[in-house]
Nanobody, 123 residues
């Protein structure tokens, strides 16, 4: 079964940037979907961005379009990895961010979740 490990996150000032990484260990199908979700205190988990494992078909929540970019990690550091590049961060982006995989990008049936990475945006 696939396991996901996240890295990145931390504190940043409004307008700043952060990059999150997600690495998959174990079998994953190139046609599966990878997504980044976030959950702020007292709020429901929100799907932020998705991409097909092989690196195509990126889609974004309206709340982050134009500021966040999801992409496949083609650096060779890991066999299967993805980034969430977050630019022009706002305080309302503060949340715990999770990566996840699923057979389809509606994430009706999730295969695995990452451990979560805290991103805090404050002056």
């Amino acid at each position: 079964q696939v396991q996901l490990k996240e890295s990145g996150g931390g504190s940043v000032q409004p307008g700043g940037s952060q990059r999150l990484s997600c690495a998959a260990y174990g079998y994953i199908n190139d046609r599966d979907c990878v997504g980044w979700f976030r959950q702020a205190p007292g709020q429901e988990r929100e799907k932020v961005a998705t991409i097909i494992v092989e690196g195509r078909g990126a889609q974004y929540s309206p709340s982050v379009v134009g500021r966040f970019t999801i992409s496949r990690d083609n650096t060779g550091t890991v066999s299967n990895g993805w980034f969430l590049q977050m630019n022009n961060l706002k305080p309302e982006d503060t949340a715990v961010y999770y990566c996840a995989t699923a057979r389809t990008c509606d994430f009706q049936f999730v295969n695995a979740w990452g451990q979560g990475s805290q991103v805090t945006v404050s002056a």
